[in-house]
């Protein structure tokens, strides 16, 4: 892995913007300081919460931040804490520590112990899988950054210039606890429009293409390379993956943005399931997907197409399957795509009612944070409205639709937790509904 390197100046080329960095500043080092317009407690502060910054700020460096005086003048400034700075990101501060000490090499590592101990003391996550995630981002006092373990391989992914600098070092800390012997990081897909910066997927030498781990005695491949999505596997879904596979024993299922197969190959295997069909339009995942039901001796059909016409075909047709999951990838990014994001979940739903047999499951589930859940479920109510029926210029549903009852909601496993301070962490919505027709 990487030796922390020289600080960055921004007006430098992006090799060194994005050079790794240690956890800790020398003694001596000089901190500049970001003073906030009002005092904070959530780890993630917008641009327009800042009032002054010092001008020898760069981005990705640590800052000390302040709250302001108040109405006495004379009254000394209030150091909340220590956050990472970056002029170019909407979220311009990620506080890491709200305390008058600086976080130091032995905080790091207590921090890492507490992830650690959470997922393998109280969870005890080793017990059904040799995946799972050991970092969740400001969950787990590392705001940008997530991690996680697929056997002896740490993949992470990062949402911030400052923890991108500085994941090499988070890495060897877990490497160094867990005995973990590769790693990779990679830049989230927009981290360029969100913080001013890319850059290319990074290996440790020696790191596989491919990587085996086991969930509940199930088998999965993962790709490590640039074909992937986040950090190549969903351990998110994992205890959900289990829990559907209750209802699938000798049923039909259809498994709607099925990425790699996780859903699809857990049905047949776990849950002993008649049939399966998996669809998706990324040829790459179908290529995985396929080679988890071979590892697996499972017959499961794959089929590469956008699911909103092979849907719509499929109704057409007059197909319909007992239990269906539709967990679509990321549909909200952010703000300005709410209500085009929001747009295509009610059509999505919509459509996927329609393929659910009469008495038949269908597991609904939202990545998008910025929906929230009051919006999720009114969405659900309007898509049974408009399932199967004509609906007139005002929006309004004038036949049957669906009668959708809702029996359990759960979001991502336990080794994804929410952190008290920072509610959009819980971002992942798992809605499981019994469908049937309408009176």
């Known amino acids: 892995m990487n030796d922390p390197t020289r600080p960055v100046r921004s007006g430098e080329p992006a090799a060194a913007r994005n050079a790794a960095r240690g956890l800790t500043v020398s003694p001596g080092d000089p901190i500049p300081v970001v003073r906030l317009t009002s005092p904070v407690r959530q780890p993630l502060v917008f641009r327009k919460r800042i009032a002054e910054v010092d001008p020898k700020a760069r981005a990705g460096d640590l800052v000390a931040v302040y709250a302001p005086k108040g109405s006495d003048v004379n009254a000394a400034e209030r150091l909340l804490g220590y956050g990472y700075y970056n002029p170019k990101a909407t979220v311009a501060l990620r506080m890491i520590r709200f305390a008058a000490e600086l ?136 205890e959900n993956r289990k829990r559907l596979a209750e209802f699938c024993a000798g049923k039909s299922v259809l498994d709607l943005c099925c990425y790699s197969g996780g859903f699809s190959v857990q049905a047949k295997k776990l849950g002993a399931a008649a049939e399966v069909t998996g669809v998706d339009l990324d040829e790459d995942a179908l290529a995985v997907a396929r080679e988890n039901a071979n590892l697996n001796q499972q017959r499961i059909r794959w089929v590469q197409a956008d699911v909103f016409p092979w849907m719509r075909d499929a109704i057409r047709g007059g197909r319909q399957f007992d239990v269906v999951v539709l967990d679509p990838p990321k549909l909200i990014r952010n703000r300005e795509e709410l209500e085009e994001g ?98």
């Open 342 to 439: 929001t747009r295509k979940h009610l059509d999505l739903n919509r459509l996927a009612m329609q393929l659910v047999r009469p008495g038949g499951l269908l597991l609904s589930c939202t990545c998008a944070g910025l929906l929230k859940q009051t919006e999720f479920m009114r969405l659900l109510q309007t898509a049974a409205w408009q399932a199967g029926s004509t609906v007139d210029a005002t929006g309004l549903s004038n036949g049957p639709g669906r009668k959708v009852r809702i029996f359990a909601t759960s979001g991502a496993a336990g080794d994804h937790p929410v952190g008290a301070d920072s509610p959009e962490s819980a971002y992942l919505q798992a809605v499981w509904m019994r469908v049937d027709p309408a009176d």
């Open 103 to 238: 976080p130091d090499q032995a905080w790091w590592e207590r921090l890492v112990d507490q992830a650690l101990a959470l997922r393998y003391e109280t969870l005890k996550v080793q017990d059904d899988s040799d995946a799972c995630r050991l970092i969740h981002a400001e969950a787990d006092g590392f705001p940008g950054l997530v991690i996680d373990r697929f056997g002896d391989v740490l993949s992470g992914e990062t949402f911030s210039l400052a923890m991108y600098q500085r994941s090499s070092a988070v890495l060897e800390l877990l490497a160094r606890r867990c005995g973990t012997k590769q790693a990779l990081v990679r830049t989230s897909p927009h981290s360029l429009a969100q913080e001013g910066f890319e850059a290319p997927l990074w290996r440790s030498p020696g790191c596989p293409a491919t990587v085996e781990i086991r969930e509940f005695g199930t088998r999965f491949r993962i790709r490590l390379d640039e074909s992937s999505h986040k950090t190549g596997f969903f351990c998110d879904q994992r």
